[in-house]
């Protein structure tokens, strides 16, 4: 089959009209019909139906319309692999991620690859909003979904691990805090989420489930972490945003050998064919970072 009358097939097909295929084509509209007129020739069947005003496809048509469209998907794809393997990676990465894991991309993964990759253009956006990675709102998302859409691919990171901490001013005014008295301290809660006050404390093979309480609350981990510094109260955050405070001894680890399973995080990207070189190598990044610091996932 000549792929040159397949592709002026395909574009009077998605035109839907002669004069609107050769304008596309920048050829003449004789050129178009001669065109379909060999393609239907060596085929031996009627690819459109023809009036004076219109064009509908046939049945080999429609059929033969689904083939052209596979054959451009592969073309298409065979043609940015190549250019992927003689080509400097770039162009722009848009990345999407909740507000303060934004802020961790920022300072340990996000500067390694930039300086990796000089030609790729990072967009961060970082906040609450979900974008719509199907429709290309951004070309890699870092979040929990509860269900994802489709034509998504999503590869799964893991549970974000909180830990419990407190300041050592607000342990020196309280008895020593236990599993058992936890749900009667006083905790700077999650406004964002009321069932992130509910936590789940899980040890090797156990797991608790405390509901916890207190006066104060706030939607955002920096804030909480503030907070807590200040000696307001315990505070569950996840121990990437803790670690720094921790080991500066400007908060204290409560009950270490216990961890709070929190959400479950995801890469999530369209779904296609071949992805491209500069979101692969961010994902790769990504999932290098975690497993050098197996203590921020479950």
Known sequence: MNLTYLQTFLTVAQEGSFTKA??????????????????????????????????????????????AQQIQLLATEAEMRVRDMAQEISGELRITAPLEFGRSLCQS???????????????CDFGPGKKRIELGECDVAIRAFDALPDDVVAKELGYMRNVLVAAPVYLDSVAPVTIDNLEQQRFVLN???????????????????????????????????????????????????????????????????????????????AQRRITPSKLVKFNQAVIEWLRANPRYLI
Not at 53 to 60: G, N, P, Y
Not at 111 to 122: D, F, I, R, T
Request: with cysteine; net charge neutral; glycine share 4%.
């Open 191 to 269: 406004s964002q989420n009321e069932r992130w006050n509910h936590l789940q404390l899980v040890r090797e093979d156990e797991t608790l489930f405390k509901q916890v309480i207190g006066n104060l609350r706030a939607n955002t981990y920096t804030a909480i972490l503030s907070l807590a510094q200040q000696g307001m109260g315990l505070a569950c955050v996840p121990f990437m945003h803790a670690e720094s405070m921790i080991n500066r001894g400007e908060l204290v680890e409560v009950l270490p050998e216990w961890s709070v399973k929190s959400h479950k995080l995801s890469l999530i990207y």
């Open 22 to 67: 050769a304008e596309e084509l920048d050829v003449s509209k004789g050129l178009v019909s001669r065109h379909i007129q060999r393609l239907e020739s060596s085929l031996n069947s009627k690819l459109f139906h023809r009036s004076t005003r219109s064009i509908s496809l046939t049945e080999s048509g429609r059929d033969l319309l689904t083939r």
């Open 109 to 123: 993964v996000i500067p390694n690859y930039c300086q990796q990759n000089p030609k790729v253009e990072v967009i």
